[in-house]
């Protein structure tokens, strides 16, 4: 492996050699010292564009060590994330390969069942014209990733945070990282940011201590027990995803900072964003401290937009204006996001680029630059961004956004994929024209960064040939498209719903059981619950069941117990009973019940049960968790279950 000096990368004599040292991958580093420069990688989790001071567009939120990052290297202004939603785009950096090839385009990275190959739905609902893939689930150990790479050249590597690209054998500590903590596999803080928290083994050492800030000290100590050594460290924060809550001293000074006529004016949001900007601090504290900076790379970005659909207290967490849309939407909102580079002898201190970069980009640029090649028939879909970080403007390879769902958010879209080229950015809307043809959207973003008009009437030539661009894409990545849908009903069609926060639904007939098409489709959105005796709707995140029945219950078949199995559940009603069953394998009717627990949901707000059943050893059967669904809906906002000492988690997080 070829090395380059750390001291050279800081002496401002030989930067000018750099020029041609880091050229592209054939380029020979220079022979000395063994030591690279350090590696960290700070991922915001539903961080938004307009969310940070970075761009002027905030006087609510107060971002300063972000902002103190953005002093010591290049801010991005178009800096965007693969895919509006987290786990496409956290796979998209760990390989450098678009979704569109490794399938992973929804945030399933939790759910219980495991898919590899992606691979078109069975069907779809009558309203909508294009049948969906489902997606991939798990990072299949088969892509070589950042971390494996730079673990091969001598680096160090810890991964710090969120991870959702699925638990054990495909977790951090099987994809090239030598450190994960707290180890877990779901889409967000388990329980709560603020402790008591649910990690497991990994437990708060203070009552109410905050995640971020355990993160950040957990990270801080690990840069250094390694500083005399290269390190790569993976900071992929939990902040700013839901659940919604934070320091509460942190929620009064915002709340008392309000400006009713501000779109951004959620406290509680700006508390999180607070407690992720210290963390930074941190982290940049502990670098200089142990005198690291001028030898570490740092790169900060999202995984998606801000999130504008949940109700936080009584607003959304925040809004991406002048941007369009927000998380799980392909309009800029979904996909721009807050981007700095820091690369010591590189970029120039508190410099922009407007040149356009993607989370497809970071792996072959971050080896370009350390003189590092990939591996033999390793292929990016992402290109290095070298000569910008040098302040160059190079003319740059289009970039592409693969989405091929429709999650019930503001300004959705049906199954879609985008192309950049320049200012020009085009959408196609797959099978969403007339007699099954694609539905395109032009739009000039120099002069309606808003997306407000649609040029592909005025410009049908420029259109076709984004358009073009698009399909040698897909068919370059091998991307599983979404199908005409042979059971589209024109008269079950509204297309006044399209952008709609909540579409309507076809409603199924009496006594029959419909899951609402999530962006998965049904195969992902109950994540092997059966819904029974009522309907199953993901709306914002929670599970919301209607009973059709005289009975309504979820069913779920968790295989042998060992005697005992305990199933939490977070839910609100309007009241009623219900209660959990264990019923042994169905070989005879009726099937006989091992155990059963009895519940009541009062009226009001949410809350947890904690709800534990027996069984004889080593039995198989199903759980039945019947629920108060007669008469008015009942919410479930996630499910744990416990049973021979593993715990198994449900978030039913449809736009993660």
């Known amino acids: 492996m070829h090395r380059v000096r750390d001291h050279i990368l800081c002496s401002p004599a030989v930067s000018v050699l750099l020029l041609f040292v880091f050229s592209g991958f054939s380029a020979v580093a220079l022979p000395a010292d063994p030591q690279r420069p350090n590696v960290i990688f700070i991922l915001a989790d539903d961080l938004g564009w307009s969310d940070t001071t970075l761009y002027g567009n905030t006087k609510f939120h107060q971002t300063p060590n972000l902002q ?53 739905a069975a069907r779809a609902a009558p309203q909508h014209k294009a049948v969906m893939p489902v997606s991939v689930t798990r990072l299949k150990s088969e892509y070589r990733t950042l971390a494996e790479a730079l673990q091969d050249a001598g680096y160090a590597t810890a991964h710090f945070g969120k991870w959702h690209l699925g638990p054990a054998p495909w977790s951090p500590l099987q994809q090239g990282f030598d450190t994960d903590l707290p180890h ?64 509460a001293d942190l929620v009064e000074k915002h709340r008392l900072r309000i400006d009713p006529n501000d779109l951004q004016r959620c406290p509680t949001y700006a508390a999180m964003l607070e407690s992720f900007d210290d963390a930074v601090g941190t982290l940049l504290g502990t670098l200089d401290r142990l005198q690291l900076s001028d030898r570490t790379i740092i790169v900060l970005t999202s995984d998606n937009g801000g999130n504008m659909y949940n109700d936080v207290d009584g607003t959304t967490p925040t809004s991406n204006r002048p941007l369009r849309g927000g998380k799980a939407t392909l309009f800029e909102g979904g996909t721009r996001v807050p981007t ?40 990016f879909d992402g290109s290095s961004f070298l000569p910008a970080l040098r ?70 030539e420029l259109a076709v040939e984004l358009d073009g661009l698009v399909e040698q894409f897909l068919q370059h990545t091998k991307a599983v498209v979404p199908i005409r849908n042979p059971a589209f009903d024109p008269q079950q069609y509204d297309p006044t719903l399209e952008g709609k926060s909540q579409p309507k639904r076809q409603k199924p007939a ?5 899951a609402a098409a999530g962006p998965a489709e049904d195969a992902a959105v109950l994540q092997g619950w059966k819904p029974r005796g009522c309907t199953a709707e993901v709306q914002q995140g929670v599970l919301v ?19 005992k199995a305990v199933l939490r559940v977070r839910l609100r009603s309007s009241g009623g009973s219900g209660r959990l069953q264990w019923l042994s394998a169905p070989a005879a009717q009726p099937l006989p019940e091992y155990g059963a627990v009895s519940f009541s949901v009062q009226a009001g707000d949410w809350m947890e049960l904690k709800l534990a059943v027996q069984s004889p050893a080593d039995a198989g059967g199903i759980l039945r968790l019947f629920i108060p669904a007669q008469e008015t809906a009942v919410e479930i906002d996630w499910l744990e279950l416990t049973t021979s000492g593993k715990t198994r988690r449900w978030d039913f997080d449809a736009a993660d």
């Open 545 to 563: 069941l209607r009973g059709t029945g005289r009975e309504p219950f979820l069913g779920f078949a968790p295989g042998k117990l060992d005697g």
């Open 510 to 514: 009496a006594g029959r059981q419909a």
């Open 184 to 247: 877990h596999p779901g889409p967000g803080p388990a329980g709560s940011y603020v402790a008591p928290w649910k990690f497991g083994s990994f437990t708060e050492r203070n009552p109410g201590e905050h995640i971020e800030d355990r993160m950040a000290a957990e990270a801080s100590a690990w840069i250094e027990q390694h500083r005399d050594e290269p390190f790569f460290l993976n900071y992929w924060a939990f902040s700013v995803h839901a659940p919604f809550n934070a320091k």
């Open 391 to 460: 302040g160059e403007v190079p003319e740059r390879p289009p970039l592409f956004q693969y989405f091929p769902h429709n999650p019930a958010v503001p300004d959705w879209l049906p199954p879609a994929v985008s192309v950049h080229r320049g200012d020009w950015k085009l959408i196609r809307i797959f099978h969403g024209g007339d007699n099954g043809a694609h539905r395109l959207l032009l739009f000039d973003l120099a002069n309606d960064p808003g997306e407000q008009r649609n040029l592909a009437a005025e410009r049908p």
């Open 340 to 379: 700095v580079v820091v690369w010591p002898g590189l970029t120039v201190p508190g410099s922009r680029s407007d040149v356009p970069v993607q989370s497809e980009d970071y792996y072959p640029t971050l080896l370009d630059g350390l003189g590092l090649r990939p591996a033999d028939g390793q292929q």
């Open 68 to 120: 103190r990052l953005a002093d010591r290297g290049m801010l991005f202004t178009r800096g965007y994330s693969a895919s509006p939603l987290c786990s496409p785009t956290r796979s998209a950096i760990l390989t450098g390969l678009s979704p569109a090839r490794t399938g992973i385009t929804t945030p399933s990275g939790h759910v219980a069942e495991v898919i590899l190959e992606a691979q078109v």
